[in-house]
């Protein structure tokens, strides 16, 4: 394979830019062309693909966002877009495709595969909810910075003798809340994958009332429910000052942390090494810190991600 094109779909994740400066410079390094796809699979119909050269990637691996752009095109699970985007790609002869994004770009990728247009799939989501890979580009990015807002909100939680519910994004994973919630010290994490009783809820804000506790953090994630709906069912259990915080996409960008461009690195030059294997239909992963090929389909279609529990079970434990 001699051309290769590259695009960045969905929610973006910091490290995104530190994957297509990878893919880019190995690729180039190896004597092969890349071609870099604006806003997606949106941009892909469209036609709004130009070629990347080494410098183009220069001073992008600690920027947020990514500068390819991108975009939600629900239009690509269509089989008249899927095909009008491998038009495209032949148009540009290009002959393989990097997809980086989370579950819904991956479906892009898996309709190409099924076309038999050779993608390679990158995880890049900071809702970590992709399986087959332990850590998705953007996770921990987004997790210190949900960790700086904890460490303020505690600040004026205790200042106020308050209750806070921080929500944070995830969709329907609760890795963000989850790992946030252990290195903030929370009080409870609250997480689609674990059930909760509000009753308990409120027994251990009061206890922690009682033995003169000042702050009490709970780490929601919004694939539970929304904040101010939590803060409404929990007053009925008594009132305990209680503020709700909603981060938002505050967590979606910022410059990527060095684990992150790590893992982007390391993801963008094992998929060229794939592509000019001639090997497509697949999406890399870190599993126990070694870098992994799966199979596209069987990602999405068996593949489930789980969080770490014990992460819940040892928040437990240590926050009451
Ligand atoms: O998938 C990333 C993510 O940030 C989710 O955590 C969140 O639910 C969603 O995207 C928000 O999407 P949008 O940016 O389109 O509002």
Known sequence: MKRIGILTSGGDAPGMNAAIRAVTRKAIYNGMEVYGINYGFAGLVAGDIRRLEIADVGDTIQRGGTFLYSARYPEFATEEGQLKGIEQLNKFGIEGLVVIG????????????????????????????????????????????????????????????????????????????????????????????????????????????????KHCLIVLAEGVMGGSEFAEQLKEYGDFHTRVSILGHVPRGGSPSVRDRVLASKFGGYAVELLQENKGGLCVGMVDNKLVASDIVDTLENGKHHPDLTLYDLNHELSF
């Open 102 to 213: 989370g579950d819904g770009s991956y479906h892009g990728a898996l309709a190409l595969t099924r076309h038999g247009y050779p993608a390679v799939g990158i995880p890049g989501t900071i809702d970590n909810d992709i399986s087959n890979t332990d850590f998705t580009i953007g996770f921990d990015t987004a997790t210190n910075t949900v960790l700086d807002s904890l460490d303020r909100i505690r600040d004026t939680a205790t200042s106020h003798v308050r209750t806070f519910v921080i929500e944070v994004m995830g969709r329907d994973a609760g890795d963000l809340a989850l790992w946030t919630g252990v290195a903030g010290g929370a009080d409870e994490i609250i997480i689609p994958e674990h059930d909760f009783d509000m009753k308990n809820v409120s027994k251990r804000i009061q206890d922690g009332r009682d033995r003169g506790k």
